[in-house]
């Protein structure tokens, strides 16, 4: 089954589209905000998609998805690359 396109995925209800990353996504990283919320950065297809997770239980509530790198800023002090 081919991944949707970025506006096809933006078109599918918010279960669906939470389904479909969780399944199909490539789970890249994940971080926390200054209130503990966490968030997971996964990429699928052509475009990353942000799930933010419900504080108390963890569980998956919405997610984001986005082609602009800006907010790719919000992870890059949890990546981390092997010395060389």
């Known amino acids: 089954m081919p991944l949707p396109s970025f506006a ?5 209800n918010p279960r669906a589209q939470l ?6 996504g490539t789970y890249l990283t994940k971080r926390f905000d200054e209130t503990g919320a966490r968030f997971s950065l996964y990429y699928l297809a052509s ?3 942000e799930v933010y997770y419900e504080e108390e239980f963890y569980h ?4 984001r998805s986005f082609v602009n ?3 790719l800023e919000a992870y890059v002090s949890a990546i981390q690359l092997p010395n060389l």
């Open 69 to 71: 790198p800006a907010p």
């Open 19 to 24: 389904t479909l990353v969780l399944m199909e």
């Open 47 to 49: 475009f990353f998609v």
């Open 8 to 12: 096809a995925f933006n078109h599918l």
């Open 60 to 63: 998956e509530h919405r997610c």
